[in-house]
T-cell receptor
């Protein structure tokens, strides 16, 4: 059973460009969570999604950030007009049901030039 | 919202000795407490978790204890080995349909000295 798959592993963008991060949950998992990790810090919750629904987006910045988890295909975290402060590792986790442990992917390391 | 504090931030232990990492949480409604191990550049890996209806859980050399009254929980690693060197994160959540977001501590960098 393949684990949570994230791509790309590394992404470099210039200020003002858009970044798209993809996450395919483990097989049989329909709950996806996105977290951000700054260097030498813990993970911060961003958003929790089920298929076609955003359940909790309380950790998402109000502007430039959006997330989706369509019926078909991976979950996408989209950052528009990136700024230097967006540089971080973005991790996706998935679980089969609510109230089940979350398993993480390898993350996408976003660097903004 | 929930706040999780973790201590110590760094810990060096002689190989074979025990390591203890402690976390406190603020929201008494929190009922699920996982621990993750993260090696440099790798994904956080779930190593053990505990729910609030249990006071202690053990898995080989790893154990977690929970004190709901004091709102703190601890990770215990016995007979430490070099491969235990990593950053360990505690987390807490109110596992309650729609409320599963994890609030993480700031991490403990554990170094096992051979």
């Amino acid at each position: 059973n393949a684990g949570v798959m994230q791509n790309p592993r590394h992404l470099v963008r210039r200020r003002g460009q858009e970044a798209r991060l993809r996450c395919s949950p483990m097989k049989g998992h329909s709950h996806v969570y996105w977290y951000r990790q700054l260097p030498e810090e813990g993970l911060k919750f961003m958003v929790y999604l089920q298929k076609e629904n955003i359940i909790d987006e309380s950790g998402m910045p109000k502007e430039r950030f959006s997330a989706e988890f369509p019926k078909e295909g991976p979950s996408i975290l989209r950052i528009q007009q990136v700024v230097r402060g967006d540089s971080a590792a973005y991790f996706c986790a998935s679980s089969p049901y609510q109230d089940q442990p979350q398993h993480f992917g390898d993350g996408t390391r976003l660097s903004i030039l | 919202g929930e706040n999780v504090e973790q201590h110590p931030s760094t810990l060096s232990v002689q190989e074979g000795d025990s390591a203890v990492i402690k976390c406190t949480y603020s929201d008494s409604a929190s009922n699920y407490f996982p621990w993750y191990k993260q090696e440099l550049g790798k994904r956080p890996q779930l190593i053990i978790d505990i729910r609030s209806n249990v006071g202690e859980k053990k898995d080989q050399r790893i154990a977690v204890t929970l004190n709901k009254t004091a709102k703190h929980f601890s990770l215990h690693i016995t007979e430490t080995q070099p491969e235990d060197s990593a950053v360990y994160f505690c987390a807490a959540s109110i596992s309650n349909f729609g409320n599963e977001k994890l609030t993480f501590g700031t991490g403990t960098r554990l170094t096992i000295i051979p």
